[in-house]
Nanobody
């Protein structure tokens, strides 16, 4: 059974940092694009960041560019999201995702999803 399991969420003050991890099991995702989306209460799930299978290409939403960094360790089948300078508007459930093609910012393009991890940023 294919699983993506996120970890690292929590409560942090504005201006602080968190590092999310997403470990894959059940298959190898080395050749897959990995991504992060988030969903705040009452809002649509939105794209945050994506990384190509090699790690050479990274893509970010305008709202997180310059503050968040996506990276991956294919030997560990894990993708990370380093979040710095966090703001209250970053509060959301963060989802890890994977797709077999090139990076995309569209939710419907992704094939596999984790259960999500809550990130809460207090002001």
């Amino acid at each position: 059974q294919v699983q993506l399991v996120e970890s690292g969420g929590g409560l942090v003050q504005a201006g602080g940092s968190l590092r999310l991890s997403c470990a894959a099991s059940g298959r190898t995702f080395i050749s897959y694009t990995k991504g992060w989306f988030r969903q705040a209460p009452g809002k649509e799930r939105e794209f945050v960041a994506a990384i190509s299978w090699s790690g050479a290409g990274t893509y970010y939403s305008d709202s997180v560019k310059g503050r968040f960094t996506i990276s991956r360790d294919n030997a560990k089948n894990t993708v990370y999201l380093q979040m710095n300078s966090l703001k209250p508007e970053d509060t959301a459930v963060y989802y890890c995702t994977a797709r077999s093609s090139s990076p995309s910012g569209k939710r419907e393009d992704y094939d596999y999803w984790g259960q999500g991890t809550q990130v809460t940023v207090s002001s």
